[in-house]
Nanobody, 126 residues
Framework: QVQLVESGGGLVQAGGSLRLSCAASGRTFSRYAMGWFRQAPGKEREFVAA????????QYADSVKGRFTISRDNAKNTVYLQMNSLKPEDTAVYYCAADIDSSWYVSWDLRNYDYWGQGTQVTVSS
């Protein structure tokens, strides 16, 4: 079992920044890949970014490349999402997720993720 708790969401103006955190407990955090997803009202949950266990392999959605950065601190059992140059279309509930079957491979497919946090709201005003 893995428990995930996100934090760091909030209201920010367009062009601003936020850093989301996801604290994990349960299974050995350093052994599995982690991802961030988001879901806007009336839309399906979509992939944002993912990182392998070591941080050496990352993947980003085209919509956030160059603006968002995923990172992890295995000593703190935490994965982060630094979000810069935020746009109103980034408004969504952001979820972190654990893919415990993968260490190096990172997936954009939410079906590959086994555990999910409760989500944190990010609202970007224009």
């Amino acid at each position: 079992q893995v428990q995930l708790v996100e934090s760091g969401g909030g209201l920010v103006q367009a062009g601003g920044s936020l850093r989301l955190s996801c604290a994990a407990s349960g299974r050995t955090f350093s052994r599995y890949a982690m991802g961030w997803f988001r879901q806007a009202p009336g839309k399906e949950r979509e992939f944002v970014a993912a990182m392998s266990w070591s941080g050496g392999n990352t993947q980003y959605a085209d919509s956030v490349k160059g603006r968002f950065t995923i990172s992890r601190d295995n000593a703190k059992n935490t994965v982060y999402l630094q979000m810069n140059s935020l746009k109103p279309e980034d408004t969504a509930v952001y979820y972190c997720a654990a893919d415990i079957d993968s260490s190096w491979y990172v997936s954009w497919d939410l079906r590959n993720y086994d555990y999910w946090g409760q989500g944190t709201q990010v609202t970007v005003s224009s």
